[in-house]
């Protein structure tokens, strides 16, 4: 009797399991970096309460899955920048449905035909170009096509101690006063080491090449230069780039910057009252301003703008977030599923502006949900005059550590300007015909 009843217990269960009902929705697959925040906000969908890059897009996601039950939503979280593991999951043939890219990576897979062009998604979307920022389209569009759906521009902006600039007369109407050009720069920096004691710019100029490429690559952008004529060139022995770095080369010989610092020990100099201005990135706005009002550090009034013009006309050297879909096989209602998702990122772009990046919708761009947040309106011109590199150049980061390198050799003097320059474009080149 017992070993019968055990049978019939058996063949129940079978016959229950054949009867569930198999789970039809289509998976959506969502990959991203920004950290893992499990712990605070794995269960929260209020997104105007949700703080930092990962706080906000954890959220978002969250709202997502809990307004679309039709869609199984599966999110991957990946450690910075997370492309290795992208490239693995490529080469499986398993890749994900939506990943987070920096715009200036974007090539590197799309010239591989390894990304699907989204100009069909966001049409269905509702979001139509005229709709996104100038900065936002020429992050996302390669060879006349959409492939990414941008999210945000982030860039270097002038980040300024504006009690220490009081100090040394560089103060009008409540605004810093800004070089118009690189011979009033110096003038500036003399003026406030004199009054201060303290070095004019804090710079990471060490462990830091997108520091010095940065600045090099504004004040070229500025000019008209023409970086790389081609996929496979580099032009950076010019007259236009001696010029630029000649003036950081004169900063720190001059003791006019910090020298010898790392990011974090820039900050820490920033923060700690060090210096006048300190050139980092759109991120670090919201850290700055609550410093600035905490009490506790010895910056007390702070200012920030971006970078002065000095050469040309305005431009910033800028990149960006963006979520793109990599090539694979999908249903039609996974397709959907995708441009559900992207119709639904449009409406928090807004949100997102609260990590200090720029937004990449217009409309964000001129809504008080932006203008009213500390400093926006004074950087918001970013969203126009950023520029990136010709869509058509790829490994942006190798190159750019190369450059670095050679860059920093030339400030400090251990390379002179014009020699440092040839093998910067030198070693670039070599690399470039590699691929």
Not at 220 to 231: S, V
Request: contains cysteine; glycine residues 8%; hydrophobic residues 45%.
């Amino acid at each position: 009797m017992k070993a019968k009843a055990i049978l019939l217990a058996l063949l129940c269960t079978a016959t229950l399991a054949g009867c569930q009902q198999a789970d039809t929705r289509p998976t959506l697959v969502i990959q991203r970096f920004f950290g893992e925040c499990g712990a605070v906000y794995g269960k929260s969908t209020d997104v105007a309460k949700a703080d930092t890059e990962c706080g906000i897009v954890t959220t978002i996601l969250n709202k997502f899955a809990a307004e679309n039950p039709d869609i199984r939503v599966k999110v991957n979280i990946v450690a910075w920048p997370g492309y290795p593991q992208l490239s693995a999951q490529i080469a499986a043939g398993d890749p994900p449905d939506l990943v987070t890219m920096h715009q200036s990576v974007i090539s590197d897979y799309q010239a591989r035909g390894l990304l699907e062009p989204v100009d069909g998604m966001l049409a269905e979307a509702g979001i139509k170009a005229d709709m996104l920022t100038p900065a936002g389209q020429r992050g996302t569009i390669k060879d006349g096509r959409f492939y990414a759906l941008p999210w945000d521009t982030i860039g270097r902006l002038w980040h300024i101690n504006t009690g220490l600039m009081a100090k040394a007369g560089l103060m009008a109407n409540g605004k810093p006063v800004l070089p118009r050009n690189p011979a009033e720069l110096i003038d500036h920096a003399r003026r406030f080491k004199a009054a201060t004691g303290k070095p004019y710019l804090i710079q990471a100029q060490v462990a830091a090449p997108d520091y010095l490429v940065a600045n090099l690559y504004t004040y070229l952008l500025a000019q008209h230069a023409t970086i790389f004529p081609d996929a496979r060139h580099i032009r950076l022995n010019t007259a236009e780039a001696r010029e630029i770095v000649a003036l950081y080369r004169t900063l720190n010989q001059e003791k006019l910057t910090t020298v010898a610092q790392d990011f974090p020990s820039a900050t820490a100099s920033f923060v700690n009252g060090g210096g006048g201005i300190f050139p980092t990135g759109t991120w670090m706005i919201g850290p700055y301003e609550e410093a600035a009002h905490s009490g506790h550090s010895a910056l007390k009034s702070y200012a920030v703008v971006p970078f002065p013009r000095l050469w040309g006309e305005a431009a910033a050297f800028v990149d960006g977030h963006g979520w793109i879909v990599p090539k694979d096989e999908r249903s039609p209602a996974e397709r959907k599923a995708i441009v559900r998702f992207l119709a639904f990122l449009a409406r928090y772009n807004a949100d997102w502006t609260r990590t200090g990046h720029l937004p990449a919708f217009r409309a964000v761009l001129n809504s008080p949900s932006f203008t009213r947040q500390p400093h926006r309106s004074d950087i918001a011109a970013m969203a126009a005059t950023g520029q990136q590199l010709p869509g058509y150049v790829q490994r942006q980061s190798a190159i750019q550590g190369l450059i670095g390198e050679e860059l920093e050799a030339a400030v400090t003097g251990a390379k002179p300007i014009d020699r440092a320059l040839a093998d910067a474009e030198r070693r670039v080149n070599e690399l470039l015909s590699q691929i």
